[in-house]
Nanobody, 126 residues
Framework: QVQLVETGGGLAQPGSSLRLSCTASGRAFGTCTMGWFRQVPGKAREFVSVWWGRSNRAYYADSVKDRFTISRDNAKTTVVLQMNGLKPEDTADYYC???????????????????WGQGTQVTVSS
């Protein structure tokens, strides 16, 4: 079956960096979209960044643009989120997501993704 396994996360000080990685298995994800959402208790899951597989282009939420960078390996099984300039408001559980059917206009909608990782916690605090 399809699995998305996340690594990385943890505790970081404001202004520092963390790196999240997500590796997919169980099917081919060549032109599929993979990326990251985050969630804090009591709030809906929020779009962070995705790699649009059909054109190999990255998309970011305004709140993380210019601080976070998403990349994907040539085998197209792993997506990495490099998070720089971390802020306390980046604190959340981060989830890897994948979809082979999502359309471009819907990439920021968590409901459009059928595959999810188990989540990894990121805490930004001094």
């Amino acid at each position: 079956q399809v699995q998305l396994v996340e690594t990385g996360g943890g505790l970081a000080q404001p202004g520092s960096s963390l790196r999240l990685s997500c590796t997919a298995s169980g099917r081919a994800f060549g032109t599929c979209t993979m990326g990251w959402f985050r969630q804090v208790p009591g709030k809906a899951r929020e779009f962070v960044s995705v790699w649009w597989g059909r054109s190999n282009r990255a998309y970011y939420a305004d709140s993380v643009k210019d601080r976070f960078t998403i990349s994907r390996d040539n085998a197209k099984t792993t997506v990495v989120l490099q998070m720089n300039g971390l802020k306390p408001e980046d604190t959340a559980d981060y989830y890897c997501a994948a979809s082979c059917q999502v359309i471009l206009s819907n990439i920021r909608n968590a409901d459009a993704y059928g595959y999810w990782g188990q989540g990894t916690q990121v805490t930004v605090s001094s």
